[in-house]
């Protein structure tokens, strides 16, 4: 299956999902989300506390383009009116599995999230987007042996 097909089918999952999830207002609340859906958080600056460091974002200097970008992508998300609705918050690839076209399981449901559903779409599609480039640049970048390795 092409690159395309599989994209569409992975972008369709999430949507499947919060159709058939019960309303964000019927279930106990789910808060606060992970750290990377982590944008309405409390704390000082423009990034969440991490869950996989124990390091203030904020207080690292970091390429002024990419502070910029959180910023506006920060304040974007905190402006939204939409409703929240419940969905995956960490829809990554290998938290599915497929029977042919149709997601047979869905895995890692600790991240189960109650946002607008632009936030729940948006972060399966980065991590999608990441997992592409990732593999281009493998595939681009020669391997370097080891020195003293065969």
């Known amino acids: 299956m092409c690159t395309v097909a599989r994209a569409r089918l992975f972008a369709g999952a999430p949507a499947r999902l919060v159709s058939l999830a019960p309303p964000a207002g019927a279930v106990s609340p789910l808060d606060p989300p992970p750290p990377w859906l982590g944008w309405g958080h ?3 600056g423009v990034w969440p506390w ?14 002024g383009r990419l502070d910029d970008l959180g910023r506006r992508v ?12 419940v969905g995956h918050g960490d829809f990554e690839s290998q938290n599915v599995r497929w029977i042919g076209d149709e997601p047979y399981a869905v895995h890692d449901w600790d991240s189960v999230v109650a946002l ?3 936030a729940i779409a948006g972060a399966a599609a980065a991590d999608r987007h990441l997992r592409l480039l990732r593999r281009r640049l493998r595939q681009r970048t020669p391997h370097r042996r080891l020195p003293g390795r065969a």
């Open 42 to 44: 409390d704390r000082r």
């Open 50 to 63: 991490p869950d996989d460091l124990d390091a203030d974002l904020n207080a690292r200097p970091g390429p």
């Open 74 to 85: 920060r304040e974007r998300l905190l402006a939204t009116r939409l409703e929240p609705v």
């Open 116 to 118: 607008p559903e632009p």
